[in-house]
């Protein structure tokens, strides 16, 4: 199994920007790794996802929609660590931030069992 940490939020206005990490411990290099926000009186929602690579240079990811051309997702097996570079942040980027892994395909929640114990971001206006 994999363990999951996440790092990096804070209060940014908004235009700013912030990396988010998510630091894992155990068997790292067979998960896919997602990240989901989870606005105030909202449901979890998916934002990115990078998949475990054959051969390590290679890794399909993954945006929604409301996220693409200013997230950034990427993954280093090496260090066991997945960064979420957040450019052009808006207010409605708004949430605790978890990362979690998965083993299976697709960008629902029930494709992912691990979790993170998330991190605030806010954006102010």
């Known amino acids: 199994q994999v363990q999951l940490a996440e790092s990096g939020g804070g209060s940014v206005q908004a235009g700013g920007s912030l990396t988010l990490s998510c630091k894992a411990s155990?068997?790292?290099?067979?998960?896919?790794i997602g990240w989901f926000r989870q606005a105030p009186e909202k449901g979890r929602e998916f934002v990115a996802r990078?998949?475990?690579?054959?051969?390590?240079?290679?890794?399909?990811?993954v945006y929604a929609d409301s996220v693409k051309g200013r997230f950034t997702i990427s993954r280093s097996n090496a260090r066991k660590m997945v960064e979420l570079q957040m450019n052009r942040l808006k207010p409605d980027d708004t949430g605790v931030y978890y990362c979690?892994?998965?083993?299976?395909?697709?960008?629902?929640?029930?494709?992912?069992?691990?979790w993170g114990q998330g991190t605030q971001v806010s954006v102010s206006s």
């Open positions: 979690a892994a998965s083993q299976a395909s697709g960008t629902n929640l029930e494709s992912f069992g691990l």
């Open positions: 155990g068997d790292f290099n067979s998960y896919a």
């Open positions: 990078v998949d475990w690579s054959l051969d390590n240079i290679y890794y399909r990811t």
